[in-house]
């Protein structure tokens, strides 16, 4: 079944008035003799004719700002595993193919590297496509049939790109240039500026209307040659002979009878733009190139959309007004409810937007709006509640008792509602006109927050607006995050000011805090001693007695009335807030893993959590951090303090630390002491360090020591220890007893060697249930080797919907004997890893990926398949996946290896920035060290920082730095006591 029948450019308006200013200046190409006739909304979005012969062109913007086409982009499905419902299998079929036929894909950025090479001017010849890109788009769209004998091939041979400007502005300048001279030459003298504006205005309207006719539209030279004429004479009132006088503006229409001042004069719906409409900007995609235009993103419909709909749709069929009033607070997604249901429903009327209460007066008092228009009055407080809101009122309630349809459509916040609503008690009545206005109206409440199955369907969302919106409103409190978290952001990073600069300090601290492992709430003790550290010194010696207190406030403050960079923290049980601590805003907290990822926090950020950490677990976790990042010491001094304050696993920590700097001794004896109370873990730890060392016998004699404990940890080691035998059996039942996740598997192992096959498959299913990622592997592992690969599959999917792909990868290993298969599988992971990116368990996907990743590579015919798939790899949004890419591309493309590492990078990536820090080792010394100190501070470790020093021959300060780390400033930390 054919996606794509003959009025496929009729499917989508997307960029409409982008696409009707570009019909123009196909028709000004036609004038100037190119083409013979020039149709649009007909076989494709246009199609220009020369004779016989049509070039079809499709025109696709970009609205995101430093986002641009690629060949995958043009080439992916708009429908899973239909190739043919993408952009390019749209352009190609379902039209006529004489033999020489040519396609267009307009776009308005320049388009990636790939799909570059397709690039022509205007009335130029395209250049010779290289086969690589050639076989790569025909690869893509395999599946996809021709008529009369045609293939994609054929198809690719004849397609080129044309890049317009980025804006309409830019594409309507254009066409006003070329105006110009046509209008000059009509009238006889150079013509006014507004006139050919009026001319290109006239054209464009026209081109608009017909687009939205029953029947496809069609001009030919002689055709659009009339149109033009018209348009002159609507917009001069003359004609070539000046046998006409001049047409009355009607500005000077309106000024006889009082009406004096511009006009927000309807114009068609798909002329206006979201965010000329007040759609407020979202949030855009983390893992995408940074936007620094209008993002909007994908919309969900609720259940009061549906609603507005209806009432639109009637509206639309109706012979009356009607009066729509849209309320909710702040950033709850009014204006953008208001806007979706419009261009659904009304997307061939027109739209007249008033600014202000005089503006509306003047609109109603010209009586200029007529039938199938929509009246948009966003925040219609602004226009009603004030100055001359009384008197737009009322010509408005007049305006409704016309007959016609007409929609007005309003938005308010419910306490303005009130306000224009409400008869007040002993006071002068101010809003009797709205009020009675309003009394009319149908009013759709919208929403504060999602309900929870549409939140958890944002959870599985392709766009990463919607997905990073539904991860840091975990209440559901999702378009106030998309509209108000650019806000947040921008209101952070520009306080600088003398005052405000203290409000940033603490909210960096905050930030820090989060992201290194502060989980419980931050307390105010803490962010107020770690603050000078993120100041200046001039900023510390200018501040006030209550500098604090000024910051807390700036902190508190609300962004567009929805969210606030600090805010309070409810009790756990019983009402009001918890004194002296606070939370930060998710969304900030999202934002500052990515833009502070390689950030380490000064001294005095360090002394506050030593002090005032909420808990010992908030401590460790920031011990450990630290270690990461190469504070030995700082990791040591935070580690004790959370011990002492009775986190256990800070004990095993410190032991660890104690043992790799060779104190056996010493680690044994506070391992013991741990033992003694109870906990295995440290002793345990110690045990298998020293089995690393090569000391068996000293492992399995610390081992034994910590069975007496009892713990499922200290049995399981020991069974590790012996391999197998009775007493494994039996170290390894009591541990599946005391419900060991990881026990199972290993007792598994050992009912299998003995023969008992329905004992080992029980023990997989119970180590698998409990999450043992060894018992899940094994299971897929067995129904692959009984050729049961439906079930393998089942399984394996249902544990990456658990946010694991390993199984699934490895599924995708074993099909070595069937290649499509393995690539199907592959994919899936790639495909799967990539929804899952934004999740906290994202770091699980790594190995799945690296694994699909070299299979698909693995799978490649030659060195141009391989390209072809490092090329989609590096399509997708996932840091991890880009890495991958890159690292296979070091050898021969290091160019291309350094910029995906680069951006991978950038995005939080390890593995990328250890990378690129490896590139740099070859010709950039002091590149080299410089990026191994960034990765070391974003949470790499010292050891590949120390093994370039080892390389240079800096034997001795390599070794200093495994033994004793850095200290707080990056500097080679003295040697330091436990």
């Not at 190409?29 to 004719?49: A, N």
């Not at 044994?668 to 060392?693: C, H, M, Y």
Request: glycine content about 8%; aromatic content about 6%; overall charge negative.
């Amino acid at each position: 079944m054919s996606l794509a029948p003959a009025d496929g450019g009729r499917r989508s308006r997307r960029g409409f008035a982008y696409q009707d200013a570009v019909t123009l200046l196909d028709c000004l190409d036609m004038h100037e003799g190119m083409w013979t006739r020039v149709s649009w909304e007909d076989l494709e979005d246009i199609v220009c004719t020369d004779g016989d012969v049509p070039v079809y062109r499709q025109v696709k913007t970009i609205e995101e700002a430093g986002k641009r086409h690629s060949v995958a982009d043009v080439c992916r499905p708009d429908i899973a595993k239909k190739p043919e419902s993408s952009h390019l299998g749209k352009l190609f079929l379902g039209k006529p193919l004489p033999d020489d036929t040519r396609f267009t894909f307009i776009v308005n950025e320049s388009p990636q590297s790939d799909l570059h090479a397709f690039v022509v001017e205007r009335g130029q010849a395209r250049g010779v496509i290289p086969p690589l890109i050639t076989t790569d788009i025909v690869n893509r769209l395999k599946g996809v049939a021709l008529p009369d004998g045609r293939d994609i091939g054929w198809c690719v041979d004849r397609l080129e790109v044309l890049v317009e400007g980025r804006t309409i502005d830019q594409v309507e300048d254009r066409a006003l240039r070329r105006l110009g001279p046509i209008v000059g030459k009509s009238l006889g003298q150079p013509p006014l500026i507004t006139e050919v504006e009026e001319v290109l205005v006239w054209l464009g309207v026209r081109i608009a209307r017909d687009a939205l006719a029953p029947q496809p539209r069609a001009v030919d030279a002689a055709e659009f040659h009339q149109m033009l004429q018209e348009a002159i004479a609507k917009a001069t009132g003359r004609r070539p002979d000046r046998s006409t006088a001049p047409l009355t503006r009607l500005t000077d229409k309106l000024a006889l009878t009082g009406i004096v001042g511009s006009l927000d004069l309807p114009r068609p719906l798909a002329g206006w733009r979201p965010e000329r409409l007040g759609v407020h900007a979202a949030i855009a995609d983390p893992l995408r190139k940074a936007a620094t235009g209008f993002v909007l993103p994908a919309y969900v419909a609720r259940r009061h959309d549906h609603e507005l709909r209806d009432l639109l749709t009637d509206a639309a069929s109706g012979e009356g007004p009607v009066l729509l009033v849209l309320s909710g607070h702040s950033c709850t997604g009014k204006t953008r409810t208001a806007y979706e249901a419009v261009a659904a429903c009304l997307a061939d009327w027109e739209l007249a937007y008033p600014k202000d209460a005089d503006s509306l007066c003047r609109l109603l008092a010209a009586d200029v709006l007529g039938p199938r228009t929509v009246l948009w009055l966003n925040e219609a407080q602004e226009l009603l509640g004030g100055h001359g809101g009384e008197a737009a009122a009322a010509a408005l309630r007049r305006r409704l008792e016309q007959p016609g349809p007409l929609v007005v459509i309003a938005t308010l916040w419910p306490g303005h509602r009130h306000e224009l609503t409400d008869r007040p008690i002993g006071v002068r009545d101010r809003h009797p006109q709205a009020r009675a206005l309003l009394a009319a109206a149908r009013v759709i409440t919208v929403p504060t927050v999602f309900d929870g199955s549409v939140l958890r369907r944002l959870h599985e969302t392709d766009d990463g607006s919607l997905a990073v919106a539904a991860r840091t409103a975990p209440d559901g409190s999702i378009t106030q995050t998309l509209a108000g978290g650019p806000a947040l952001v921008q209101w952070y990073e520009q306080a600088d000011g003398a005052q405000d600069c203290y409000g940033k300090a603490v909210v960096s601290a905050a930030m820090d805090a989060r992201r290194l492992g502060h989980t419980s709430p931050i307390p105010l003790a803490l962010l107020e001693m770690a603050a000078p550290g993120y100041l200046t010194d001039a900023q510390r010696a200018a501040a006030p007695a209550d500098w604090f207190e000024t910051a807390l406030a700036f902190a508190r403050t609300r962004i567009k009335d929805v969210v606030a960079a600090l805010g309070d923290v409810a009790h756990d049980h019983g009402m009001g807030a918890q004194r002296g601590v606070c939370r930060l805003a998710d969304y900030l907290d999202h934002y500052a893993r990515t833009a502070r990822h390689a950030f380490f926090p000064p001294a005095s950020f360090w002394h506050a959590v030593e002090h005032h950490a909420a808990t010992a677990a908030d401590l460790y976790e920031l011990a450990r951090s630290a270690e990461h990042r190469g504070r030995l010491h700082l990791a040591a001094t935070l580690l004790r303090r959370a011990a002492d304050g009775g986190h256990g696993p800070a004990w095993t920590a410190i032991v660890s630390m104690m043992a790799y700097r060779d104190l056996t001794d010493e680690a044994e004896v506070l391992a013991r002491s741990v033992l003694q109370k109870g906990d295995p873990e440290p002793i345990l730890n110690l045990a298998w360090t020293l089995d690393e060392f090569g000391h068996p016998d000293e492992t399995e004699r610390l081992v034994r020591e910590a069975v007496a404990a009892g713990h499922a940890s200290a049995l399981i080691s020991l069974a590790t220890v012996l391999s197998d035998g009775p007493e494994a059996e039996e170290a390894l039942t009591v541990a599946v007893a005391l419900g060991s996740p990881e026990a199972p598997f290993l007792l598994a192992e050992l009912r299998r060697n003995a023969g008992d096959l329905v004992e080992y498959e029980r023990l997989l299913w119970l180590g698998a249930s409990a999450g043992d990622g060894n018992a899940r592997g094994e299971l897929v592992s067995l129904k692959c080797q009984a050729d049961e690969w439906e079930e393998a599959e089942r399984l394996a999917r249902s544990f990456a919907e658990g946010g694991d792909g390993f199984e699934l990868a490895m599924m995708a290993v074993k099909r070595i004997d069937d290649r499509p298969e393995a690539e199907r599988l592959a994919w899936a992971v790639v495909e799967l890893a990539d929804r899952n990116v934004l999740d906290a368990g994202a770091q699980r996907w790594q190995g799945g990926t690296f694994a699909a990743a070299m299979t698909l590579v693995g799978h490649a015919d030659d060195e141009a398949g391989a390209e072809a798939v490092l090329h989609r790899l590096a399509e997708f949004r996932n840091p991890q996946t880009w890495a991958v890419a890159a690292w296979q591309l070091e050898g021969h493309n290091p160019g291309w290896a350094e910029a995906l590492h680069r951006r991978a990078a950038e995005r939080g990536n390890l593995y990328a920035l250890e990378r690129l820090a490896m590139m740099e080792r070859h010709g950039n010394a002091v590149g080299a060290e410089r990026t191994h100190r960034a990765a070391v501070d974003a949470g790499c470790g010292l050891g590949p920082l120390a093994a370039l020093w080892e390389a240079e021959g800096r034997t001795e300060v390599a070794k200093q730095a495994r033994c004793y780390g850095l200290e707080i400033d990056g500097s080679i930390a003295e040697p330091w006591m436990f």
